[in-house]
């Protein structure tokens, strides 16, 4: 069995909702939930949208490897009304990235673990460290709990109260 680490994020519709089907549809599809953070909510990186985000990070033990751990989030990012229009940020109904597959560096043409921006996005560090502060990032060879304290980001960050 193999860990897998995902942040979950929607700033469209009814965002608590989408986080909590993705997390269903990954569960049902994917492997056994381990670890789930709080959901936050967070002022959207590098966009001029002003929604906030939900965001939420979980993990799960797996029997599929990552590309299928991939193909699995876009169909599910496509079954719950993704709609990729353009290369960069832009609003979304639900966004789920792969952040660690056990202690792999894989860089492909269509997947990269770690993902590349952990150490810069406040909204993946501080859930992520609720749930694994002593984990160690396997390319910068640092805890999570030292990237968030190293975290040049400083958007605003709080812990979502669930409706």
């Known amino acids: 069995m193999s860990t897998v680490f995902l942040s979950l994020g929607s700033n469209r519709g009814n965002r608590q909702e989408y986080l909590?089907?993705?997390?269903?549809?990954?569960?049902?599809?994917?492997?056994?939930?381990?670890?789930?953070?709080?959901?936050y909510e967070t002022q959207p990186w590098k966009m001029t949208d002003e929604a906030l985000f939900l965001n939420q990070v979980m993990s799960l033990e797996t029997s599929l490897n990552s590309q299928q751990i991939m193909d699995l989030i876009i169909e599910t990012e496509t079954s719950m009304g993704r709609v990729r229009l353009k290369l960069g940020y832009e609003p979304r109904t639900i966004d789920i990235d792969i952040l660690f597959f056990n202690d792999e560096i894989i860089k492909s043409s269509s997947l990269t673990i770690p993902h590349p921006l952990i150490a810069e996005r406040r909204f993946i560090l501080e859930p992520l460290c609720e749930i694994a502060p002593n984990y160690i990032h396997p390319l910068l060879k640092k805890t999570l709990k030292q990237l968030l304290a190293d975290c040049p980001d400083k958007h605003s960050i709080a812990r979502f109260m669930l409706k």
């Not at 089907?21 to 492997?31: I, P, S, T, V």
Request: hydrophobic share 40%; aromatic share 0%.
């Open 20 to 39: 909590n089907n993705a997390m269903h549809q990954l569960e049902k599809r994917a492997g056994k939930v381990v670890q789930v953070s709080h959901i």
